[in-house]
């Protein structure tokens, strides 16, 4: 069972930038498939980009296309989001997920999560 803890959410102006960040232990983090979802207030949570578990396949939702870069690390058993050019509709809890099937947009298919960190962005 793997353990998930997200960091570097903060407040930033629009067109700004976020690193964040989600460290796992109590796994073999090179077996998960790793996502970062979000959710904001009222709405469902919702998928931002997913990466294998080597790094070589990722996916990323339309909204956050070219403006979002997911990596992983595994000898650092860590997942980053890199986030340029942020708009404040990207405003939101961010969230880290892990599963062990395969890249998926479904909130669903991920069995262990983080427990979020937000991120504001102000016009």
């Known amino acids: 069972q793997v353990q998930l803890v997200e960091s570097g959410g903060g407040l930033v102006q629009a067109g700004g930038s976020l690193r964040l960040s989600c460290a796992a232990s109590g796994g073999t983090f090179s077996r998960y498939v790793l996502g970062w979802f979000r959710q904001a207030p009222g709405k469902e949570r919702e998928f931002v980009a997913v990466?294998?578990?080597?790094?070589?396949?990722?996916d990323y939702a339309d909204s956050v296309k070219g403006r979002f870069t997911i990596s992983r690390d595994n000898a650092k058993n860590t997942v980053y989001l890199q986030m340029n050019s942020l708009k404040p509709e990207d405003t939101a809890v961010y969230y880290c997920?892990?599963?062990?099937?395969?890249?998926?947009?479904?909130?669903?298919?991920?069995?262990?999560w983080g427990q979020g960190t937000q991120v504001t962005v102000s016009s």
């Open positions: 997920g892990a599963n062990l099937y395969g890249t998926s947009r479904s909130p669903r298919q991920y069995d262990y």
């Open positions: 990466i294998n578990w080597r790094g070589s396949s990722t």
